[in-house]
């Protein structure tokens, strides 16, 4: 639950391209930058595919 919440406090933020760079983003979150970029990335389905997959855990 606490990754959905990163998640989307990382889209807000960066609002489209809008809002903060990556690297503020990362520093503002205290998360790596390489963390911001790869959720950036991916689409809402392919998040949820990523986060419900057991195997990582």
Not at 17 to 43: C, D, F, M, P, Q
Request: glycine share 6%; proline share 0%; aromatic share 4%.
């Amino acid at each position: 639950m606490k990754e959905w919440i990163v998640i989307h406090q990382i889209k807000a933020l960066h609002n489209k391209g809008n809002g903060l760079s990556e690297r503020k983003i990362a520093k503002h979150l205290g998360i790596s930058r390489n963390t911001v970029s790869k959720y950036l990335n991916l689409s809402e389905t392919d998040i949820t595919v990523e986060l419900s997959d057991t195997a990582r855990t």
